[in-house]
């Protein structure tokens, strides 16, 4: 089946600095790919769409300038959280669709930020 | 907006049978999906449902009533290892989906 690699798997960093996590579809190509986010024993929770070539669209309450979002090709797909605080501390995981209509997501392997 | 509720937990012992019902409110209904996810773990996918009735899948099977709706997972000859949080979604045709809120299944022996 297909393959969506993300990574890193686990980050801890500063408050302050960024965090850039990547993700990849191994062996098809990913012209649409989406972010979720997910607090412990809760549900996922969707940040943003992103459109090989084109810029994301975020949804409501999710701030574009602290999580930007770039999809340069169609296989990669970049989170990078910008000037992390303890508040951004998730589990944060990608989510592919192929180029073909109907077909089913395939995510990551997911990231654990926590910030210290 | 889309709003999908299911149970929060459910228990049962090794074995047995269990279902899971979420009912789900949305525009653009194309399909309700159902993943498991394990503690610290990523979403796998599980079923999937685009049309009414049942669909099979070794011992998981997922069902949807498209008039109602509202779908089921039904897990059967449950397994410790099914112990995890499982999420029913829907689909809206070439967007993301949206999970509803999980419900956490505890088995026992």
């Known amino acids: 089946g297909a393959v969506v690699s993300q990574h890193p798997s686990r980050v801890i960093c500063k408050s302050g600095t960024s965090v850039k996590i990547e993700c990849r579809s191994l062996?098809?190509?990913?012209?649409?790919m989406f972010w979720y986010r997910q607090f412990p024993k809760k549900s996922l929770m969707l940040m943003a769409t992103s459109n090989e070539g084109s810029k994301a669209t975020y949804e409501q309450g999710v701030e574009k300038d602290k999580f930007l979002i770039n999809h340069a090709s169609l296989t990669l797909s970049t989170l990078t959280v910008t000037s992390a605080h303890p508040e951004d501390s998730s589990f944060y995981i990608c989510s592919a669709r192929g180029t073909l209509t109907n077909e089913k997501l395939f995510f990551g392997s997911g990231t654990q930020l926590s910030v210290l | 907006g889309q709003s999908l509720e299911q149970p929060s937990e459910v228990t049962a012992v090794e074995g047995a049978i269990v279902q899971i019902n979420c009912t789900y409110q949305t525009s653009g209904f194309y399909g309700l999906s159902w993943y498991q996810q394990h503690d610290g773990g990523a979403p796998t996918f599980l079923s999937y449902n685009a049309l009414d009735g049942l669909e099979e899948t070794g011992r998981f099977s997922s069902f949807l009533s498209r008039s109602d709706s509202y779908g089921y997972l039904l897990l059967q000859e449950l397994q410790m290892k099914d112990s995890a949080s499982y999420f029913c979604a829907v689909e809206q045709a070439g967007t993301a989906l949206i999970f509803g809120k999980g419900t956490t299944l505890s088995v026992s022996s």
């Open positions: 062996d098809f190509q990913a012209t649409t």
